[in-house]
Structure formats: structure tokens, C-alpha cells
């Protein structure tokens, strides 16, 4: 029963009040964008909707971060709109299923972790991409249908009525807090809407969102081979999308809560999710940066919010359409525009003239990357890797050697950096190989031996000394170096010195 209890956080200290109305808030703003994002698929309305229904209730029940939202998101719209043309919707519910396995099998072998390697430069203009991105697909909004910019008293009116929203979110926060600023401006540009009889454009005007309970459904299509691997590709860049989004989200939910999730359980509950999303006729999808903030500013902290939101979503889909369709996009499109302005960190603009130049340059790549082609894995993998290589060469810059020769005329290198596949040029370079004395000492009390290429450096540089009858001896090697060292033994010859007290970084040589 406690386990229970623990699942739904009703033995937590809960502002129910906050929760629901925060949910309600979070519902009405995931209509539009999974409407959205469906049509950028190429699929119907429906199945959008259906994903954002069960994504974001299974993963709020469990997941590993409380008030964070999940629905279908544009990332993985754009991965499965080829599919989708090519082959139909029943191979994007299969691509879907097995996206989920793919991520609960992530999620079970803790591979949640590596979302550590991603640097903080990343983090920002992955974070900074995604505010633009959620601005420009605002500006939409002020098109005809037609696709031209709305003129005259049509674009006076919804300009307005988006600012009005804006303002309210803005300012109602410093006033009082008894009521969500985000559910407020809604209800009062739909006020302000049916009172003044304006003719502005609403959520029925795009799509129609009347429906019945997510049907369940096998996806239709051949047990096959050729199925599987026409379909595989799509579902592990799916899989390596929606858990990169999530992590993130998750990562930045924690910053500004100043709490701790649990990477591994959000993987296992988004794969979890995306399994019972592709039985359930939903496109799939991850976790929503957009609305967990929506979400989190509303003050929700609890999983209350987001099952709220899941299940409001499904009651204005089965039984108050009527109602959603007539609420204005103006409110939904000033609730998004404040999204991004709070999602963007204005703190790293500061940071341009203090943060090394390659940080800087890592943070405007990725937020290019992700702005420009909508691809956030791809701008987030760009940045891991460039970072990976900033750091290598920067390491491998640094390895140098102190020389001496003790009184019995042994002569010692000190190793000071790490000895890798970037800096063992430089380490070959080190030695005096030919006017070295007899015996040589290679001491790494203060380095690290750390890959197969170190391994053929140390093996490179002892057959020079052998070919001139010198003795090489290795001192001061920690555990895993000399593990690594011994893997390699039928490989490589090296002598390494037997020095009880290696563990002393600061031990001297006798």
C-alpha cells in the first residue's frame, strides 16, 4: 500500500489545488501541439492526440520525474514523416512498439548515465535552439490559411489577444498566485473573445479533435524479416531522440526545482509509454520541454499534474470538443510565446565574453543546428562530439616529461597528463633514445596510462630502447593502468618496476 501511496505522491505534501488546475492548464495547451506535430507526420489529428494522452499518463505515473510532461513532439514527428509517406501508419504504430523496447531495454542496462557526458554548453544551446523553435512555430499562427500574414483588423485583433495573453502571464504571477497565470489568460482572451464577438481564429479552425477512447489495435503488417528491418532504423533513432529529450528535460526540470530524477526510470517509463502508444493507435513521442515548463511554472511538482492533464485531454476529446474547439489560438499562441521567452537562457549571452571560445562556439553551433533543422539528437550528438574533441586536444597538448639522472646513473622521465591516443606523438618525442645512459625509468606517479594507443606507445618506445641494448622500466602504474597493461601482455613486452608503495603520487625515487 505505501508503494502506492509513494507511486501517485499522496503521501507527499501535495497542493491538490495547483496540481489540477496546473493539469487543466497543461491539457489545453497539448491540444494544439499534438495536433501540430501529427500533421507535420503526415497522419491524422487523432493519432497525436492519442500519443499525448498516453505518453504523458503512463510517464507521469511512472517515470522518474514528477511534473514533467510527455506527449507526441515535433523530434519525433520529423523522424517518422518519411515512414509514414512511404509505408503507411500501421509500419509508424510497429516503429513505435519497438522504439519502446528498444528504450525500456536502455532504461534496464542504466544507460541513462551517459546523459552526464553532455557539457553545459550543449545543454544551453540545446535549451536555446528549442525556445527558438517553439517561437518560430508560433508565427503560424498569424498566417491565413491560405498561408499569408494576416493584415488589416484580423491582425490587429489576434495581435492583441496574444499580447493580452502574454501580459497576463506576465503580470497576474506578481499580483496574486491563487490561480495558474497560464490558465488564467486563457479564460480571459476566451472572455474577452465571446463578450467583444471577435472573429479570430480557434483550436476547431485547425483540426478537429472529436474522438473516442484510444482503440486498441496490432499493428497491420507483415511478421517479416524485410518488416523489421525496414522499420528499425526508424524506431532506434526514435529511441535515441525521445531519450535524449527527456534527459534533457529531465536534467533542466531538476535545475529549476532543485531536485533530483531518476534518468534510467524516465527511459524505462518513455519506452513503457511508447509500447502502449503503438497499441494504442498514438504516434509515440517523449517527454514535452515546452509543457513540463508550463508545468513547472504553474508551480506543479507532484505526478498528480501530469495524469490530470492525460486524462482532461482524453474528456476534451471524447466529450467536450465542442467546447476546445472555440477557444482561441491567440491565447494558446501568447501562452507558447512566453514558453520560449522563459525556456531561452538569456544568462548565456552574458557568458560570451567568459566562457572559453570553443564553449562559446559549441553553445551557437548546437543552437543553430537545433533551430535550423529541428533535429535535436543531431544537435546535441554534434555538440557530445565536438566537446569529446576540445577536451582530447587540449589533453593531449599537455603531457611533458621532467628529466633527471639519480646518482646510481638511472635515468628518469616523470610523466606529467594523461598518456592517450591524442598525446602519444608527443610523448614519443620526449625521449633521448641515443644519449639516454643504460637504464631509464618511466614514472607515472603523475599520469595515466588510458587506451590501446598508450599501450602501443609504451611498446613502441621500448623496442627503440632495446634496439640500442637500453633497459626500459615502468614505475608508479595504478591498479587499472597495470590491469590494462597485463590484458595486453601477449601483445606488448614492457618491464614494469615492482614498487610496493606505488599508491604515493608524491613518493620520491631512490
Same mark, same amino acid.
Given at each position: 500500500m505505501r508503494n502506492i501511496l509513494n507511486l501517485?505522491?499522496?503521501?507527499?505534501?501535495?497542493?491538490?489545488?495547483?496540481?489540477?488546475?496546473? @493539469?487543466?492548464?497543461?491539457?489545453?495547451?497539448?491540444?494544439?501541439? /499534438?495536433? +501540430?506535430?501529427?500533421? %507535420?507526420?503526415?497522419?491524422?489529428?487523432?493519432?497525436?492526440l492519442y500519443a499525448a494522452f498516453v505518453m504523458g499518463l503512463v510517464t507521469s %505515473?511512472?517515470?522518474?520525474?514528477?511534473?514533467?510532461?510527455?506527449?507526441?513532439?515535433?523530434?519525433?514527428?520529423?523522424?517518422?514523416?518519411?515512414?509514414?509517406?512511404?509505408?503507411?501508419v500501421?509500419?509508424?504504430?510497429?516503429?513505435?512498439? &519497438?522504439?519502446?523496447?528498444?528504450?525500456?531495454?536502455? *532504461?534496464?542496462?542504466?544507460?541513462?548515465k551517459f546523459i552526464r557526458l553532455v557539457p553545459h554548453p550543449v545543454i544551453f544551446g540545446f535549451v536555446n535552439g528549442l525556445a527558438i523553435i517553439i517561437f518560430l512555430s508560433q508565427l503560424e499562427q498569424f498566417k491565413s490559411d491560405e498561408g499569408e500574414w494576416l493584415t488589416g483588423?484580423?491582425?490587429?485583433?489576434?495581435?492583441?489577444?496574444?499580447?493580452?495573453?502574454? $501580459?497576463? %502571464?506576465? @503580470?497576474?504571477?506578481?499580483?496574486?498566485?491563487?490561480?495558474?497565470?497560464?490558465?488564467?489568460?486563457?479564460?480571459?482572451?476566451?472572455?474577452?473573445?465571446v463578450v467583444f464577438g471577435l472573429e479570430t481564429k480557434t483550436v476547431g479552425?485547425?483540426?478537429?479533435?472529436?474522438?473516442?477512447?484510444?482503440?486498441? !489495435?496490432?499493428?497491420?503488417?507483415p511478421f517479416t524479416w524485410e518488416a523489421f528491418t525496414l522499420i528499425l532504423p526508424y524506431s532506434l533513432i526514435m529511441a535515441g531522440v525521445g531519450l535524449i529529450e527527456s534527459l534533457l528535460t529531465l536534467n533542466i526540470v531538476d535545475e529549476i526545482t532543485e531536485t533530483r530524477g531518476r534518468g534510467n526510470k524516465e527511459a524505462v517509463a518513455q519506452g513503457l509509454a511508447n509500447v502502449v502508444s503503438?497499441?494504442?493507435? @498514438?504516434? *509515440? $513521442?517523449?517527454? =514535452?520541454?515546452?509543457?513540463? &515548463?508550463?508545468?513547472?511554472?504553474?508551480?506543479?511538482? /507532484?505526478?498528480?499534474?501530469? #495524469?490530470? /492533464?492525460?486524462?482532461?485531454?482524453?474528456?476534451? %476529446? =471524447?466529450?467536450?470538443?465542442?467546447?476546445?474547439?472555440?477557444?482561441?489560438?491567440?491565447?494558446?499562441? $501568447?501562452l507558447m510565446i512566453m514558453v520560449a521567452i522563459g525556456t531561452f537562457e538569456w544568462a548565456s549571452l552574458r557568458t560570451f565574453t567568459k566562457m572559453p571560445k570553443k564553449d562559446v562556439?559549441? =553553445?551557437?553551433?548546437?543552437? $543553430?543546428?537545433?533551430?535550423?533543422? !529541428?533535429?535535436?539528437?543531431?544537435?546535441?550528438?554534434?555538440g557530445v562530439v565536438l566537446a569529446a574533441l576540445f577536451f582530447a586536444w587540449d589533453n593531449a597538448k599537455r603531457i611533458r616529461a621532467r628529466k633527471f639522472i639519480d646518482d646510481q646513473g638511472v635515468k628518469h622521465y616523470e610523466i606529467f597528463g594523461p598518456?592517450?591516443?591524442?598525446?602519444?606523438?608527443?610523448?614519443?618525442?620526449?625521449?633521448?633514445?641515443?644519449?639516454?645512459?643504460?637504464?631509464? #625509468?618511466?614514472?607515472? +606517479?603523475?599520469?595515466?596510462?588510458?587506451?590501446?594507443?598508450?599501450?602501443?606507445?609504451?611498446n613502441k618506445i621500448t623496442e627503440r630502447y632495446q634496439k640500442v641494448d637500453k633497459k626500459v622500466q615502468l614505475r608508479h602504474l595504478s591498479p587499472d593502468c597495470r590491469r590494462l597493461l597485463a590484458n595486453a601482455d601477449e601483445l606488448i613486452e614492457i618491464n614494469i618496476l615492482e614498487d610496493p608503495t606505488y599508491k604515493l603520487a608524491v613518493d620520491t625515487l631512490a
Open positions: 501517485f505522491d499522496f503521501n507527499q505534501r501535495v497542493n491538490y489545488k495547483t496540481e489540477v488546475l496546473s @493539469g487543466v492548464t497543461v491539457a489545453l495547451a497539448l491540444v494544439p501541439e /499534438a495536433v +501540430a506535430f501529427a500533421f %507535420i507526420a503526415g497522419l491524422s489529428p487523432l493519432t497525436g %505515473i511512472l517515470g522518474g520525474r514528477p511534473g514533467m510532461i510527455s506527449g507526441a513532439t515535433g523530434a519525433i514527428a520529423v523522424v517518422i514523416v518519411t515512414l509514414a509517406a512511404t509505408q503507411g500501421e509500419y509508424v504504430f510497429a516503429a513505435v512498439i &519497438l522504439s519502446g523496447l528498444i528504450q525500456i531495454l536502455a *532504461g534496464t542496462l542504466k544507460l541513462g483588423t484580423a491582425a490587429y485583433s489576434f495581435t492583441g489577444l496574444v499580447i493580452l495573453a502574454m $501580459g497576463i %502571464i506576465w @503580470g497576474l504571477p506578481k499580483i496574486t498566485k491563487a490561480i495558474p497565470a497560464t490558465l488564467a489568460s486563457i479564460l480571459v482572451v476566451f472572455v474577452v473573445v479552425d485547425v483540426a478537429s479533435i472529436k474522438g473516442e477512447f484510444p482503440p486498441f !489495435h496490432i499493428p497491420s503488417l503503438g497499441f494504442f493507435s @498514438g504516434m *509515440g $513521442g517523449c517527454a =514535452m520541454i515546452g509543457q513540463s &515548463l508550463i508545468n513547472i511554472s504553474s508551480g506543479a511538482r /507532484a505526478r498528480l499534474s501530469g #495524469i490530470v /492533464a492525460s486524462v482532461m485531454l482524453l474528456v476534451f %476529446i =471524447m466529450f467536450g470538443s465542442s467546447l476546445i474547439e472555440q477557444v482561441p489560438m491567440a491565447a494558446l499562441t $501568447g562556439f559549441l =553553445m551557437v553551433l548546437v543552437t $543553430g543546428v537545433t533551430a535550423v533543422l !529541428h533535429n535535436l539528437a543531431l544537435a546535441v550528438l554534434i598518456l592517450f591516443f591524442g598525446s602519444t606523438s608527443a610523448f614519443g618525442e620526449k625521449f633521448d633514445v641515443f644519449n639516454d645512459p643504460k637504464e631509464v #625509468i618511466i614514472d607515472f +606517479a603523475e599520469s595515466r596510462v588510458v587506451d590501446m594507443s598508450a599501450i602501443e606507445a609504451l
